[in-house]
């Protein structure tokens, strides 16, 4: 190792356009154009995606004031169980185009191709053009990627927005400027506003960084970072302040809080009960079961983001990422404090390693698709070390690293797509005898030919598993709360069964869709229309829960677990007459229930409950009362997975109204 650092580091890239290569362009348009084509592709397939996000874009879609909160339903009876800052690209998409799966879907995909873009950057003004076009085609192909840019979950801002807050922060520590670190802690707050404090992960890396390598005087380092520490409180809670002071009776109820709070929601269920599985509200227990068995998120440990469930989303560069991450911090070991090539490696390495380890022992709810949130910094490390091994590759010490860590590369590949025997099964024996080739190759003294061949062969080897399961991500369905990429795994861990047992399958219940489920979703996002097109919840079939045979058009009045299901012409008949005349068409127990019905009317549907259904709104007095005055027209029985709150407004429905069967789903007219 010692020899690296005989030979300078190369020096930070200058980011202007007369010192920028000319074959640098057309590779560049080709990583941005492809990446967009590639994600629009199929795009629409999963129909509305997440259900549960999808009623509350239609909602803001048409209503100020749900847009401000995050409202489920326009009519503003409790938001979604996030801050809502996510949801307002692809509100604003809707309200210009219309409200579709595309206009909800297509500012996700631009978020990935801004992503890739930033990325590219970033990494490119300290690590020169090919690290930087490398780090964004990793960024692009890796799997969990490709999969939550075209999904309408919260992670697509939120990562466009870790990555704009390193680049602030790399150019405050190149410059020293306060803007930049201010512009740094905006970032940061906004990324709240997107996801609470899951943008946290990379602060202590932000801060070191700077604090380490930043150009001016400690004391002056100190006060800047106080000074971004107050932009970002002021880009987080300008939103949090209107919201906790809003009048109570004029707003939403928070969803995913007990006592209607956003600072309760954000330190607890979104909060400081992710790490500790402490999670009042929770759909679930988190942990791990006794005799070190698996929890209901998986067993935490240090390879939890390789096991089943996790491990084809991210893993596949991971290993090489740390790697070249030590590698890369010995080369810069005898550069000046401020050298920025290493507080860059400083920066996404640590962003990697608090990230990581925060995701493999959280013990509340983890699902694959949060794995998203390390692939800039497993994209970045590794582009960066890559080129840096390449530039040193007269050296027999980087050579060696340079095939140790692609013999670990091809280890892992084998190891993932061993779990996916029956997903291009021929894959794994080429990427195995590739691997192998590219490691002897690698170990050869450097001639231009050869070096060029072995470089070549090993990147194809490191991105040919990945490029793989993100191929069939696009062009499979993905589809409710809990997605996952790739093909199916065996032993991949999602969400519970209707009967308590664990699917096997790509992300559980609401993930993948690949076997025949009660329902159909619209491919194209179109309400109340059948598109022929089964989108399953899982590899468990639907269970009837409300008299309805299993398998009928939804017949417990709810989709799976943050999917729609179809819903029949009479029921939308049922539910849109006289709509004019109410406040919310329906009430149904748990938000992905509510979901259905609201997509498919696009009227205000109240969730009894919010997600879990165990959020303590409305209580029974509460909707006696909206009962009374005549803003809501039917009840619907029964309740999509996950609903678990008490069912004292169900039982008080069915003992003072008539029931009515509509297609197998059990209404009560409130009116009546």
Not at 51 to 57: E, G, I, M, N, P
Not at 394 to 412: E, F, K, L, S, Y
Not at 583 to 606: D, H, I, K
Request: hydrophobic content about 50%; charged content about 10%; overall charge neutral.
């Amino acid at each position: 190792m010692t020899a690296l650092m005989t030979k300078p580091a190369a020096e930070p890239v200058v980011d202007n356009l007369s010192t920028r290569p000319r074959w640098e362009f057309p590779p560049l348009a080709a990583l941005l154009i492809g990446t967009a084509v590639a994600y629009l592709c199929n795009l629409t397939a999963g129909g509305w995606a997440n259900s549960f996000y999808a009623a509350a874009v239609q909602a803001g879609s048409v209503s100020w004031k749900a847009f401000f909160f995050g409202s489920s339903d326009a009519a503003n009876a409790i938001t979604v169980d996030k801050t809502p800052a996510a949801l307002w690209p692809m509100e604003l998409s809707a309200r210009v185009f219309g409200f579709s799966s595309w206009s909800m879907l297509a500012p996700q995909v631009l978020l990935g191709v801004a992503s890739v873009a930033l990325l590219w950057a970033t990494v490119r003004r300290y690590h020169g053009a090919t690290a930087g076009l490398l780090a964004g085609l990793v960024l692009a192909l890796t799997p969990v990627a490709a999969l939550m840019f075209r999904f309408n979950n919260p992670d697509a801002l939120l990562v466009f927005l870790m990555i704009a807050a390193a680049w602030a922060m790399l150019r405050a520590t190149e410059s020293g400027r306060w803007r930049w670190l201010v512009l740094c802690g905006l970032f940061m707050g906004f990324g709240f506003l997107a996801k609470q404090l899951q943008v946290l992960l990379v602060l202590p890396a932000l801060a070191l960084v700077y604090l380490f390598a930043g150009p001016p005087k400690l004391g002056t380092r100190l006060l800047q970072l106080f000074a971004a520490g107050v932009a970002m409180v002021v880009g987080a809670g300008w939103w949090v302040l209107i919201a906790q002071l809003w009048p109570v009776d004029s707003r939403p109820y928070f969803g995913g809080s007990q006592n209607n709070s956003i600072i309760e929601l954000t330190l607890g269920y979104n909060g400081l009960g992710r790490l500790s599985g402490d999670e009042t509200g929770s759909v679930g227990p988190g942990g791990e079961l006794p005799a070190g068995g698996n929890g209901m998120w998986g067993q935490t440990g240090i390879t939890r983001l390789f096991d089943s469930a996790q491990g084809g989303q991210i893993a596949w560069l991971l290993p090489a990422a740390l790697i070249l991450t030590v590698v890369a911090l010995i080369c810069y070991g005898r550069v000046p404090r401020t050298d920025m090539p290493r507080a860059s490696v400083m920066l996404w390495g640590g962003w990697l390693l608090v990230t990581g380890l925060v995701f493999s022992f959280m013990k509340g709810i983890f699902h694959q698709y949060y794995t998203v949130a390390l692939a800039p910094a497993v994209a970045a490390l590794t582009a960066i070390g890559a080129v840096l091994l390449w530039q040193h590759r007269d050296r027999m010490t980087a050579r060696i690293c340079a095939a140790a860590t692609m013999g670990v590369t091809t280890a892992t590949a084998w190891v993932l797509l061993s779990r996916t025997s029956d997903f291009v099964p021929w894959l794994r024996w080429v990427i195995l005898v590739g691997g192998l080739g590219a490691v002897f190759a690698l170990l050869l003294p450097p001639a231009p030919k050869r070096s060029a061949f072995a470089a070549l062969l090993a990147g194809t080897v490191a991105l040919s598993g990945p490029a793989a399961y993100t191929a069939e991500t696009i062009a499979s369905v993905n589809a409710g709360s809990i997605p996952s990429a790739g093909p199916q795994v065996r032993g991949g861990r999602g969400m519970p069964g209707p009967g308590g047992e664990m699917p096997d399958g790509r992300g559980g219940m609401g993930g993948r869709a690949d076997a025949p489920m009660a329902g159909t979703v619209p491919a194209d996002g179109a309400p109340g229309k059948d598109s022929g097109r089964n989108v399953p919840s899982s590899t468990v079939e639907t269970t009837a829960l409300d008299g309805g045979a299993s398998g009928s058009t939804v017949p417990n009045g709810g989709g799976f677990l943050g999917g729609a299901s179809q819903v029949s012409d009479k029921v939308i008949a049922l539910l849109t007459d006289d709509a004019d005349n109410y406040t919310w068409v329906a009430a149904a127990t748990g938000s992905n229930s509510a979901a259905t019905y609201q997509l498919a009317t696009e009227l205000p549907v109240m969730s009894l409950g919010g997600f879990n259904g165990s959020d303590p709104f409305p209580t029974l007095a509460l909707f006696q009362q909206y009962v009374a005055d005549g803003r809501i027209h039917y009840f619907i029985a029964g309740g999509g997975p996950g609903a678990r709150g008490d069912d004292a407004i169900a039982a008080w429905v069915a003992a003072n109204f008539a029931a009515e069967q509509v297609d197998g789903v059990t209404v009560y007219d409130l009116t009546s």
